[in-house]
């Protein structure tokens, strides 16, 4: 007897996925939820108009990088652009309209012969859709006179709202400049939290007028270890290295990321992680110092002094200046790797934990974090902080970053705490993507493009009821091993391409044969705009994705 075998929806969405190759749908990364092709193309010509549904700003500025898009890319002149209700023919239309809401984030592009239209119930849906009509068109930089695009329905919308990329640039400094970029190059691949390191034990990297002593002192550090540490023969290059944000700069930043409808969370590191600021104000330290920011890589003992009122009083003008900086609903107060050291041998520290009745440093920095998080809160805002802040008590609202792999995000989801999942072994492009003898020196670790691609970040061990509480993940970017932008591109991409598939496609259509595919359409825009990708996995001996 015949069997009927049902095809599963894994099997049906790839047979349209592969149906879509042949197109120039084939470079779609991260890929849509949904996509049903059409038939013919529709035809950008320098008669074609761009109609926007609405005067609003934010809807006609999608219309100017649409227009500014063609002009870099194609040398088009500016199509004019007209607002109004009714589909002209020849248009490409960005219409805002509740109607459109499918989900947060989520728009609906629909090209046929006659126009080309994107729905959304909110601007940043247009622009996501408008960065994927951007994939539809040529990786290449070159004078066209009209672009072909193949007709199709996509509906397409993320399946986290916490996409997100960190950069460290404490351990090196990189100019605003590159942070634009960083920035373009998210917004590429719909990544949506730009996680700014902006304080460490190698450099304070932010203006605090409060306290000029931070950048003054605290952004320099004499010189830099050279190659890996090791305690008999440490070379140091004896140059110092310095660099810090303005306000002004910081508020450019947080401008142009808005424009691309980023989010960034700030990370102002306490109690530990904290040389360069004690190097400006020693006071706060429970030795007293004198201290100085570090030349070499790792953990110190010399911390915040948690015993000390004006400890509490300094971070508190610092988060006031930070919290009228950024507007993001959350500021990350770091919280990983404090030893509890000086703490252990400090009077004030010790008499804190006797007047607060804690049992031990633990409960100490449970203390310290909660203090933090009720002024932080008190200001209607928010703290995440590294999964650190689970140990002696997480405090009441607290979100947690799992970085020591997956247990603090299970254990917090699991207390109903909101949660981003940034495991060292999948999430961390600091780790060697390729051969160890080959690759540029990096921390250590391996994280090819498949593992990363391969990532799940709702836990197996979560119930649904707790799983909701994963808002997302990240790729986390320490920049101990990375000196310069470039290297920072080339450890980066492509890796973040495959975590944004992560992120925002179904989990049903992730496969990894199908992305490389497309990776290499996306590998040909990279260098029509410079970005220093690894080749790693695109070089003609990896002959079994080709
Ligand atoms: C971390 O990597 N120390 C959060
Ligand atoms: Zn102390």
Redesign the pocket.
């Known amino acids: 007897m015949m069997k009927f075998i049902k095809p599963s929806l894994t099997v049906i969405f790839m047979t349209i996925v592969s149906s879509l190759f042949a197109s120039n749908l084939a470079g779609i990364i991260p890929v849509p939820v949904s996509m049903t092709p059409g038939k013919g193309y529709f035809r950008i010509t320098a008669k074609s108009s761009l109609l926007v549904s609405t005067d609003d700003k934010a809807v006609k500025d999608i219309a100017l990088l649409l227009n500014n898009h063609l002009k870099e890319f194609y040398h088009f002149s500016n199509l004019s652009v007209e607002s109004g209700q009714i589909a002209k023919k020849g248009s490409i239309i960005l219409k805002l309209d509740k109607e459109c809401g499918i989900k947060p984030e989520g728009y609906k592009l629909s090209i046929t012969k006659e126009s080309i239209e994107i729905c959304s119930a909110d601007p940043n849906g247009l622009f996501y859709g408008v960065q994927t009509l951007f994939q539809m068109m040529p990786p290449e930089k070159k004078a066209l006179s009209k672009i072909k695009i193949k007709s199709v329905e996509i509906e397409d919308y993320p399946r986290f709202s916490w996409r997100g990329l960190h950069l460290d640039v404490c351990r090196h400094f990189m100019p605003k400049e590159f942070i634009f970029k960083y920035l373009d190059y998210m917004a590429i691949h719909k990544l949506n939290t730009f996680h700014f390191h902006l304080t460490d034990d190698q450099g304070w990297r932010i203006e605090i007028k409060k306290y000029p002593l931070l950048t003054e002192i605290g952004s320099v550090r004499s010189e830099t270890l050279v190659g890996r540490y090791s305690k008999e023969n440490a070379v140091y290059d004896g140059t110092p290295h310095s660099g810090f944000y303005t306000q002004e700069e910081i508020k450019e930043i947080i401008k142009y990321a808005a424009e691309r409808y980023i989010t960034v969370v700030p990370e102002i590191e306490m109690p530990g992680h904290a040389l360069a600021a004690l190097s400006a104000y020693p006071e706060l330290?429970?030795t007293g110092g004198p201290y100085k920011s570090a030349t070499k890589w790792g953990v110190f003992e010399d911390v915040m002094?948690?015993?000390?009122e004006s400890t509490f009083q300094f971070l508190e003008g610092v988060l006031e200046e930070v919290i009228a900086l950024f507007p993001s609903t959350y500021i990350h107060v770091g919280g990983d790797e404090c030893p509890k050291v000086?703490?252990h041998d400090?009077?004030?520290?010790q008499q804190?934990m006797k007047d607060e009745s804690l049992a031990d440093e633990h409960q100490l920095q449970s203390y310290f974090v909660q203090r933090m998080e009720r002024f932080i809160n008190g200001k209607g805002r928010k703290i995440i902080g590294w999964d650190e802040i689970l140990e002696g008590g997480l405090a009441p609202n607290a979100a947690v970053m799992s970085w020591r792999g997956e247990e603090g995000g299970i254990s917090a989801a699991g207390q109903q705490h909101y949660v981003v999942m940034t495991p060292g072994s999948h999430c961390y492009l600091d780790h060697y993507q390729g051969d160890k003898e080959t690759e540029p020196l990096a921390i250590g670790g391996f994280t090819p493009l498949e593992k990363i691609y391969g990532y799940e970040p709702v836990p197996a061990a979560l119930s649904a009821e707790n799983a909701r509480f994963v808002m997302g993940a990240q790729g986390n970017v320490w920049t101990e091993y990375m000196a310069s932008p470039a290297h920072v591109e080339y450890m980066v991409y492509p890796r973040a391409a495959a975590l944004s598939e992560v992120l925002w496609s179904s989990k049903e259509s992730r496969d990894y044969s199908s992305f490389m595919k497309r990776m290499k359409t996306m590998v040909k825009r990279y260098k029509s705009i410079g970005l220093n990708y690894c080749p790693n996995e695109f070089s003609k001996s990896k002959k079994k994705h080709d």
Do not use: E, S
């Open positions: 330290g429970c002094c948690a015993g000390k000086r703490w400090c009077p004030l520290c804190r």
